[in-house]
C-alpha cells in the first residue's frame, strides 16, 4: 500500500509535465485567437472609451470619463420623486417581493441583497430627468435604449409563446410532424438580408402581397414601415417569422424528455389540458423554457440587421436600437471612443442578463 | 446525440408496455380518431403554407418577368413566367464574385473553427496540465462576451493593423468560438476511457491518439458544430459591413442588403429576388441535406439541454 501511494503522485507529477507540453500545444492555436479577437477587444473597449478617438485616425486624446458623463448626463438634469413613477413603483414592488422571504427566513443570501440593491439603485436612478429647458447630452442614447427594451419586451412573449404552441402542436409521434417542423424552421436558414428583402417588399403597401391578401378582408394597405406607429412592429412581426423555428427547435427537443407516462397518469386522474399543461409540461420544460428566454432577451438586444436595413432607424428615430447607435455613432459620426463607452455599457446590461441567467439555472440544478 | 434518438424509443406509441393494454380502446375510438388526425392535417397544412407564402412569393417574382412586374406584383403565381432572372443571377454585376467571397469566408471559417475548437476540447477534457482550469474558465467567461457589442475594438484593431477588405479580417475573429470549444469539451469528456488507452498502450502519443481515434469518434459532435458555423458565417452581417467595404470584398449577405438601399426600386424587382434566392441556395441545399445535423447543433447550443 505504502508502495502505491508514494508511487501515485510521482506518475501524476510525471504526466501533470508532459501533459503541459500537449496540452500548451492543443490549445494554443485556439487560445491566441481568442486572446486577440475576445478577450482583448474587451480591454480595448476601456482604453478607447476614455479617448477622443477619431475613426480617421486624426484624433486620440484621453479625455477622461467625458465619454460617459455624454452618455449618462446632460444639461440642466434634476431628480424628482415623480419622474417614471408607474414603472419605479414597479420595481420598489419587486424589490419588497425579493426581500420577502429573507425577512421571514432571517437569512440572506449575498446575491439576493446584491439584487434588491441593484433594483433599487435603478428606482432611485431613474428619477433624474432634464429639467424645463434642460436636455440630456446624447438623446438618442434613451431612445435607443427605450427602442430596444421595447423590441425586447414585444418580441420575446410572442416569439417564445409561439414557439412552445408550434412545439406543443407538433408533439408526439404523428406521421409528418417532422415535415411540418422542418417548414417552420426554414426561414431561420436565410440569411438577414435575404429576410428583409422579402419583407420589405411583402410589406409594402401597394406593391405588397399582404397588402392584396388582406384587401378581401377590407382592410386597407398599411404603411407599416414608413410610419412611426407600426414600423417597429412590422420588425417585430419579421423576426418573428425568421427566428421562431430556432425556438420551436429547442422545445421540442426539451418537450421529448417530458415522462410521457406522466401524461397518462393525468388523464386517468381526470386532468384537463390547461391542468396538464400547467403541471406537467411547464415544470418538466422549465429548464428549456429558462433557456430559451434569456437567449431571446440577449439577441433582442443585439438586434440590428433588419433594423438596419429596413428602416434604418427611422422613420425619424422610432426605431433606432442600440447596436444601431453605436453604428451610427462609430461610422457615421466617426467617433470609435464615444462608441466603445456606448459598447460598454451595452455589454454591461447584458452581463447582468447572463450572471441572472446563472443564478436560476444554477438553482434548478441543485 | 442520446436526446436525437432517446425519445422515439420512449414514446408511448412505440412502447409496446403501453401499447398492448390500450390496443381495444383504440380500436373502439379509431374512426373518430381518424377524423380528428385528418382535422389535424389539415390545419398543419394550412399553418405551413400560411408560414412559407412569403417564400412563395420571393420565389413567383424570381421567376416573373422584370417588366410584367411593373404592373401587378402582387400574385403568388408567377406573371410572364421566365427564367431570365435565375439564369442572369451570375452575369450581371457583382453577384458572382459576392457568392464566391462567401463561400471562401464560410467553408475557411468552418474548417479551422471546427479543428481548433475539437483540438481545445480534447486538452481541456482529456488531458492533465497545470492551469487547465483556469484557462478553462476562461474560455467559458467569453461565452457572456457578444461579439455584436464588442465589434468597434475589434475594428480599430484590423484598421490598425491595416487588413480591412481581407479574407483574414473576415474570417480570423470568427474563429474564435467559445461555444465550440465547450461543446467539443463536453463531447470528449464523455468518450470512456479504455478508448484512449488502448492507443496509448499501443505507443501512439496524444496527437497521433486525437487524429486517429478521438477526431473519427467525435464527427456526429464535428458535423454539427460545421453546420452550424456555416450558416453563422453565411449569415453574419455586422462584422463584413463593417471591414468589408470596397464592394468587391462584400459577402452575399452585406451585398444583397447594400442591393436594397439603391437598387433601381420596383423595375428590377425580380433579378432582385432571384439574387436572394440564389444568395440563400447553399443555406437551403444544407438544410436539406443536414436538417438532422443542423437541428442536433441547435439542440447542443443549449448545452445539451
Redesign the interface.
Known sequence: MAAIATEVPEQ?RR??RT??K??????A???L??A???????V??VQ?SFFD?DLL?SVREFIGIDNYVRMLWGEGITWSMTHQFGWRLALLALAVGLMIRPLLNRRITGWRLAGVVGVLVLVFALGFHPAEGGFWFDPEFWVALQNTLVFTAISTPLIVGLGLGMAM??Q???R?VR??Q??????Y??????V???????LSPN???L???LAPLGIDPVPWLASTDTAMLAIVITTV?WTVG?NL??FA??L??V???LY?AASLDGAGAWRKFVSITLPGIR??LL??LVMQV?AS??V??QV??MTGGGPGTSTVVA?QH??ET??RDFE?GY??AL?LF??AV??VV?VIQMRFLGKDDK | MSTMTAPRTTHPTTRPRSASPMTPAVANRSPRRALMTTWYHVAMIIAAVVWLIPMLWMLSLSLSDNAALTRNTQSLIPVEPTLENLLGVFSVGLTSRWFINSAIVSILTTILTVLLCAMAGYAFARIEFRGRTIVYASVLAGLMIPKEAMFIPLFTMFADMTMHNTYQALILPRIAAPLGVFLMTQFFSQVPQEVEEAARIDGAGPWRTFFSIMLPLARPAMIALAIFTFVQTWNDYLWPLVSATKSEMFTITTGLASLQGNFAQATELGSLMARGLIGSLPLLLVFLFFQRHLIRGISMTSGGK
Open positions: 501524476v504526466r501533470r501533459g503541459l500537449y496540452g500548451i500545444g492543443f490549445t492555436p485556439f487560445m485567437l481568442y486577440a479577437f475576445v478577450l482583448y477587444p474587451v480595448q473597449a478607447m478617438w485616425g402542436a407538433l408526439g409521434r404523428r409528418g415535415v411540418y422542418m417548414v417552420f424552421f426554414l426561414p436558414i436565410l440569411p438577414v438580408s435575404v428583409t428583402l422579402v419583407w420589405t417588399y411583402f406593391q405588397g402581397l397588402a392584396a391578401l417569422w430556432f427547435v429547442l427537443a426539451g421529448q424528455d415522462d410521457p407516462s397518462e429548464h428549456v433557456l430559451v440577449i438586444f443585439q440590428f440587421g438596419n436595413i447596436i453605436i453604428y462609430g461610422f470609435l462608441a466603445s459598447s451595452l455589454f447584458m452581463l447572463s
